[in-house]
């Protein structure tokens, strides 16, 4: 079975270009996930998705980001304009079964973000 | 809210030595609690869970970890390590009901030697 899927693994850009950042959920889950990750602050979710809907985006930096989730196979992470300090690696995750939060979630192996 | 504290940053340990990995949690309701594991360069997969029941969980590749509620922990141990353990582990907490994000301890670094 295909896990989460996130492209691209590796992405340099240079400060002030537009980032999008892709995941595909695993088949079937209803909740989508959004997290990063970075030396200085460990894991930090930014956002999640249930049905499609955000639920709670307080994670979410700045409103340089934004993720969207127009269907439930697919969802975004857009960064505009990225800055040095967003480097980081952005783990997308996915979990089945909005009522169950014993739930497993399943990690996707993540974007690492290098911003020059 | 819910938080996770993991005092050891890092952990070095020698091959086919135990190894206990420490983890509190601070909730004012009942929880769920996990263990993740972070090999280099991937992301993050579950090692175990609890969920109810038996407060000793046993996980994948030989780990395990026990629920004590007295003390808000969730330890994990493994008798006897392997260099292909070395990893990042995280704890993680949730509360059981409602919906709710999963909260990450900061890590620790779990290195094997020969």
């Known amino acids: 079975d295909a896990g989460v899927i996130q492209s691209p693994r590796h992405e340099v850009t240079e400060m002030g270009q537009e980032v999008t950042l892709r995941c595909k959920p695993i088949?079937?889950?209803?909740?989508l996930f959004w997290y990063r990750q970075t030396m200085m602050r460990g894991l930090e979710l930014l956002i999640y998705?249930?049905?499609?809907?955000?639920?709670?985006d307080s994670g979410m930096p700045e409103d340089r980001f934004s993720a969207k989730m127009p269907n439930a196979s697919f969802s975004t992470l857009k960064i505009q304009p990225s800055e040095p300090r967003d480097s980081a690696v952005y783990f997308c995750?996915?979990?089945?079964?909005?009522?169950?939060?014993?739930?497993?979630?399943?990690f996707g192996e993540g974007s690492w973000l290098t911003v020059v | 809210a819910q938080s996770v504290t993991q005092l050891d940053s890092q952990v070095p340990v020698f091959e086919e030595a135990p190894v206990e990995l420490r983890c509190n949690y601070s909730?004012?309701?009942?929880?769920?609690l996990f263990w993740y594991v972070q090999y280099p360069n991937q992301g993050l997969q579950l090692l175990l869970k609890y969920l109810s029941g038996s407060t000793l969980v046993k996980g994948i590749n030989g780990f395990e970890a026990e629920f004590n509620k007295s003390q808000t922990s969730f330890h994990l141990r493994k008798p006897s390590v392997h260099i292909s353990d070395t990893a990042e582990y995280f704890c993680a907490v949730t509360p059981n009901t409602g919906f709710q994000k999963l909260v990450f301890g900061t890590g620790t670094r779990l290195l094997v030697s020969p």
């Open positions: 909730s004012s309701v009942s929880v769920y």
């Open positions: 088949s079937g889950h209803n909740s």
């Open positions: 998705f249930n049905n499609n809907v955000p639920i709670d």
């Open positions: 995750a996915s979990r089945g079964d909005r009522e169950k939060p014993g739930n497993t979630i399943y």
